[in-house]
């Protein structure tokens, strides 16, 4: 449905830049509502001024509109930092556990690490699932 908006504003500019109507597709973006208009109207209302105007005021806006897109995001990006640490975290709780495992049985073997390594792989496991997950959003 948003594809469709976008495409209809598009269609809708590049027909009243065709035939010169800049105040049309001005007019156009005005009454469209989110970033996408925005960032054309910007660059349409500098038409006059010469294409290295027009692509400043693009870019410029351009980074506004994506600044303001990004408002609400500063919990995920915390996530998706802290989520490997976390399994890393768990990795060092279960090494500690298999030393200790070996301490108190005096012996090496698997059966006596493996509690250990299986805290310690699971956690880095479950700390890149959420990482990943989150980095998709």
Same mark, same amino acid.
């Given at each position: ?60 806006? #351009? !980074?506004?509109?994506? +600044?303001? *897109? ?5 919990? @995920?990006?915390?996530? $998706? ?33 493996? #509690? !250990?390594?299986?805290? +310690?792989? *699971? ?5 890149? @699932?959420?990482?990943? $997950?989150?980095?998709?959003?």
């Amino acid at each position: 449905m948003a594809t469709t908006n976008v495409q209809k504003l598009l269609d809708g500019i590049e027909e009243n830049v065709k035939g010169g109507n800049y105040e049309g597709a001005k007019e156009l973006c005005r009454n469209t509502r989110g970033p996408v208009a925005s960032i054309f109207y910007q660059g349409l209302d500098r038409v006059g001024q010469g294409l290295e105007n027009v692509e400043k005021a693009v870019t410029s806006y #351009g !980074g506004v509109q994506m +600044a303001r *897109l990004e408002n609400n995001l500063t919990w @995920i990006g915390l996530f $998706i930092a802290l989520a490997p640490s976390f399994g890393f975290l768990g990795t060092v709780v279960g090494m500690v556990q298999a030393f200790d495992d070996i301490e108190v049985a005096g012996d090496i073997s698997p059966t006596v690490v493996a #509690g !250990g390594m299986k805290v +310690a792989l *699971l956690t880095t496991i479950f700390g890149l @699932i959420v990482a990943i $997950i989150l980095q998709i959003f």
